[in-house]
């Protein structure tokens, strides 16, 4: 039997047609989802981006109020420590007041002594008067002698030496008279058109009472504003100055928003423009919706405690930064509270043109005030008033009042 002959084996043809149909499908894909991509970016930028500013050197500034005393002295007491909350008014520092209450003390006492010394004069006053009463009745009578005696000196009834005896008491009871209304006229000086209270001597021991009150005020060292406490360095025993740094307050409700924006940055920036702020401490996930509510007037170099000096020979250019005020909502604050300090994220929206780049006004009208020290003298009236009806002998003295001093 012959043998078979070999079948011939048949080689593996690819299909490049359909290779080459999927690589163009894919190749055309590709290319939509990039021109997709390129047109969806072009859109974003065309309506978003391009008036949107950020920046990331952004931080949370505040005011930090200083708890300083007005008097010296020795700290006896602290009532308050870092991260408490303090209402304004309330007692934060004891200062030892035995120098200050010592002073108030011979104050009032000098007003007691003023007080009696104006009594005795207006008491003197009718002494004087019935003086110059007196007088003028004694000269009215050496008058009527000397005029009895000239009749009858011609009669022989009377000498000449008794006549002239009789003018000379005339002459000196006449300079007594006068002497005494020079005295009466000197007291109605201190005393005319005034009463005990409104009298100048008495006036003057009276703010004289008034500045040892408030000095012994000053001894209870009070929060001028609320807010946190923070860098107390307050210790007791601390021997203080006037404008010595005890501690110090942070209104964490009135905290604001320092951008840092580069200064090509600042060409389409305005005031009253809307900004979005993310803080480090929650996430994109609590925004803040701000303000710009002002450019500083400039860069932070400028200002700096050593600012550069770009006139010298080895200068490098460096892009300035020029800071920008944010305010923000005290709503989305008291949801979210920040504290000084914190890193921030800023998103400015720039469409709008209409604000200046330059404030040209305030922003409001007080930036910041107290009321804590405009009643020091709380009370001093009181006071005075007692210790005056008290030296008068007045009922006024037992009126039923607060304790007002020491």
Not at 79 to 99: C, F, K, P, S, W
Not at 224 to 236: F, K, L
Not at 318 to 347: C, F, N, T, W
Request: hydrophobic share 45%.
């Amino acid at each position: 039997m012959p043998d078979s002959a070999p079948s011939a084996s048949v080689p593996f043809v690819p299909n490049t047609a359909r290779t080459g149909t999927r690589r163009k499908l894919l190749l055309a894909v590709a290319t939509l989802i990039f021109v997709a991509i390129g047109a969806l970016y072009g859109y974003h930028w065309q309506t978003v981006a391009r008036f949107s500013v950020t920046t990331d050197d952004a931080y949370v500034s505040g005011n930090v109020v200083q708890v300083t005393p007005q008097i010296a002295g020795t700290v006896t007491g602290v009532h308050a420590d870092d991260t408490d909350y303090v209402r304004a008014g309330q007692l934060l520092i004891d200062i030892d007041d035995t120098d200050t209450r010592l002073a108030l003390d011979r104050a009032k006492d000098a007003l007691a002594q003023t007080v009696r010394e104006i009594r005795a004069l207006i008491a003197n006053d009718g002494a004087l008067a019935a003086g110059v009463a007196l007088q003028d009745t004694n000269l009215a009578r050496l008058q009527q002698d000397l005029a009895r005696r000239q009749r009858l000196v011609n009669t022989g009834a009377v000498s000449g030496e008794e006549l002239k005896h009789a003018r000379d008491a005339v002459e000196q009871a006449t300079a007594q008279r006068d002497a005494a209304r020079k005295q009466l006229e000197a007291n109605h000086v201190l005393i005319d058109n005034t009463t005990i209270a409104a009298h100048p001597r008495v006036q003057d021991a009276a703010e004289r009472v008034r500045e040892a009150f408030v000095a012994w005020r000053r001894t209870k060292v009070l929060a001028p504003i609320a807010g946190q406490i923070a860098r107390r360095t307050a210790q007791v025993g601390q021997r203080t100055t006037p404008g010595t740094p005890l501690m110090a307050i942070v209104p964490l409700d009135e905290v604001w928003i320092d951008a840092n924006f580069k200064e090509a940055q600042l060409q389409q920036m305005r005031i009253g423009q809307r900004a979005t702020v993310t803080a480090d401490v929650y996430g994109t996930g609590v925004p803040y919706h701000g303000t710009v509510v002002g450019l500083a007037a400039g860069t932070g170099a400028a200002f700096s405690l050593l600012p550069a000096q770009n006139a010298t020979g080895n200068w490098i250019k460096v892009v300035q930064r020029v800071p920008v005020r944010i305010g923000l909502d005290p709503a989305e604050l008291a949801a979210h509270p920040l504290r000084i300090g914190l890193s921030m994220q800023i998103d400015v929206n720039i469409r709008d043109q209409s604000g200046p780049q330059l404030s040209v006004g305030r922003q409001r009208d007080n930036v910041a005030e107290t009321g804590v020290f405009s009643d020091l003298d709380k009370d001093a009236d009181d006071l005075i008033r007692r210790l005056i009806a008290a030296s008068e002998g007045s009922a006024a003295a037992k009126a039923p009042t607060g304790a007002v001093g020491p």
